[in-house]
């Protein structure tokens, strides 16, 4: 695991890169992106299914590699740092985000959304449960080994269960919230037309959150929209992994045993040893 030191220095050299082979692009996301408002994304009208079922995957894979595998039009959670663009990414912290910024030009693209989206936030921490304010972002550049890759980002704050709960909110709020979250991002997928979508263990882990709590929200939304987003992958950690694949893995193939029918014995080969002899009488 590299040290903060060569993170930072590594971030540095990425983000020059970007700010020059991108700056087209990194453009054009920030004057598409959509911002939406607590509560807008709940209200969205979603389209018509375009599959019979949601089909859903699980991989310990970053999010960033498994987009490497996705078809059609493709769309990433990034679990959005609240207040500050890229959550310190550039002093060499490490998580999720700042995966996704180390393959991309998120974090320039995030940069240009700071005085609509981060700096607006700061007066509505809700004792770290944050808000649904959400932000769509099209036609982010990844490129890993030399292969390029464009996907949309769909930028979601996780809530933050452990300090809630410190600072005095109950476990009612914080799983409304967290339903809220999750129902947000799904829907702005939708929305948009995502065919797939690749999130990671949503408000797991240091948000303080169950998987199980997690993965029922997910369960219920796809129960009500089957079909709506085609494919979902859950690029989750090796702790997440077992409850996640146990609700989402793909079930193994099931192998049927082939038993080879007997061989059918020819007459002149018939074996006399079967045959019932009077006591005393033997076949040499």
Known sequence: MPTRDERRAEASKHLALMKGAFAKETQATIDAAVVYEDGDALALEL??????????????????TALRRAQGKTAIVDPVSYTRPGGAYEDGSFGPEQILCSES?????????????????????CGMLLTSRAMYLPNVVFIREGEIREASVIAVPEPNRERALENHRSERE??????????????????????????????????????????????????????????????????????????????????????????????DEFDFRAIDLPEGITIR
């Open 47 to 64: 389209p018509e299914p375009t599959a019979e079922a949601t089909e859903t995957q699980v991989t310990t894979d970053f999010t960033t």
């Open 105 to 125: 030009n998120l974090y320039p693209v995030l940069c240009g959304m700071k005085s609509t989206y981060h700096d607006q936030n700061r007066s509505y921490m």
């Open 174 to 267: 914080c799983l409304d919230c967290l339903a809220a979250r999750i129902e947000t991002m799904l829907n702005i997928a939708a929305a948009n037309e995502i065919e797939t979508l690749i999130v990671n263990a949503y408000a797991c882990g240091r948000q303080g959150f169950q998987p199980a709590q997690v993965i029922e929200l997910f369960q219920q939304w796809i129960a009500a929209h089957p079909g709506v987003i085609k494919t979902i992958v859950f690029a989750v950690p090796r702790a997440s992994f077992d409850a996640f694949d146990e609700a989402f893995g793909q079930p193994a193939p099931v192998v049927e045993e082939v038993v080879a029918p007997a061989e059918e014995q020819e007459d």
